[in-house]
């Protein structure tokens, strides 16, 4: 790709967000009925392609359960609220009557500062485990290796590593890193970790054993990173490049496949299609989710970032709510701006350009335009 000059002593790639792109029509289209946007990852079928983020303001135990029944995966937050408080609800109402951003930050830090309880990881995921839909639960890097046994032994499914940047290897001159290969290995569940947003990252990322890894820096809407730290990289290029990155794996590995899930700048229906024609196999929706009225966030959102004792990058954001889970995720729409119905728009998306399964469309025409009006 060429690159383009800064400055006399700096060159840099052009890199494309999902409001650069756009997807194209073809000389084919089809009924939506014929399309098919199931999704697989290692044993475990899904109906809609995406994930719910381990944020406490769009999963909680109740919340993970309705999303697997609609034909998602809602994912835990295991260093959340619900890990830390035996009854968090007083705390979830507390957090979304603040009315002063700054305030918001400050309570959120005191609120969070209580000890996680490995006797309440153990009964969350119970509770999720009960219901008999797919489990799922995340963990950061840095708890992984204090909390895993914990999640394990509570009969996980599918195990999440997130963090706002994962590598394979980092070098501390403190504890002891998690070594990734080590613990996929050990593991009898797939891992999905990330995020990461370049080539050479995901490559390292897919060579641990993870069975997909999530794609995205520092863009979702409740992050800062980019204003605290300078550091984020557009969505488009980023799933274009670690789809890239899972072809070259492909055949050094002798065809294992790792899934490829945006997590980060899919905040409206348009966002699902343009992921999966940049090479995605399904996305994490946050913000999203946050918008529904049985949301355990009330319409406000906010992520795990927004908590560092010491540098937080993130906030509170008041998004406000549109519609039901079921609503936003499936229809029927009642909103013309693609907060509803995320998953009926891809449908259609698909049946509109020709394609009937998410890998073919993963193979559509886009075109780049940075003109488009940014929301």
Known sequence: MTEIEIGRGKRGRRAYSFDDIAVVPSRRTRDPKEVSIAWQIDAYRFELPFLAAPMDSVVSPQQAIAIGRLGGLGVLNLEGLW????????????????????????????????????????????????????????????????????????????????????????????????????????????????????????????????????????????????????????????????????????????????????DGGVGYSGDIPKAVACGADAVMIGAALARATDAPGKGFHWGMEAVHDELPRGKRVDLGTVGSTEEILTGPSHTPDGTMNLFGALRRAMATTGYTELKEFQRVEVTVNPALNHR
Do not use: W
Request: glycine residues 8%; contains cysteine; proline residues 4%.
């Open 83 to 262: 890990t830390r408080y035996e009854d968090p609800q007083p705390l979830l109402d507390e957090i979304a009557s603040i009315p002063d951003e700054a305030a918001a930050t400050r309570r959120l830090q005191e609120i969070y500062s209580a000890p996680i309880q490995a006797e309440l990881i153990k009964q969350r995921i119970q509770e999720v485990r009960d219901s008999g839909v797919v489990t799922a639960a995340a963990l950061s890097p840095q708890r992984t290796a204090e909390f895993s046994k914990a999640v394990v032994d509570a009969g996980v499914d599918v195990f999440v590593i997130r963090g706002t940047t994962v590598s394979a290897e980092h070098v501390s001159s403190g504890a002891e890193p998690l070594n990734l290969k080590q613990f996929i290995y050990e593991l009898d569940v797939p891992v999905i970790v990330g995020g990461c947003a370049t080539y050479t990252a995901a490559l390292h990322l897919m060579r641990t054993g993870a069975a997909g890894v999530l794609v995205g820096f520092g863009g979702g809407a409740a992050h800062t990173t980019r204003n605290v730290l300078g550091i984020q990289v557009p969505m488009a290029t980023a799933v274009a490049d670690v789809a890239a990155a899972r072809r070259d794996y492909m055949d050094e590995s002798g065809g294992r496949y790792v899934h490829v899930i945006a």
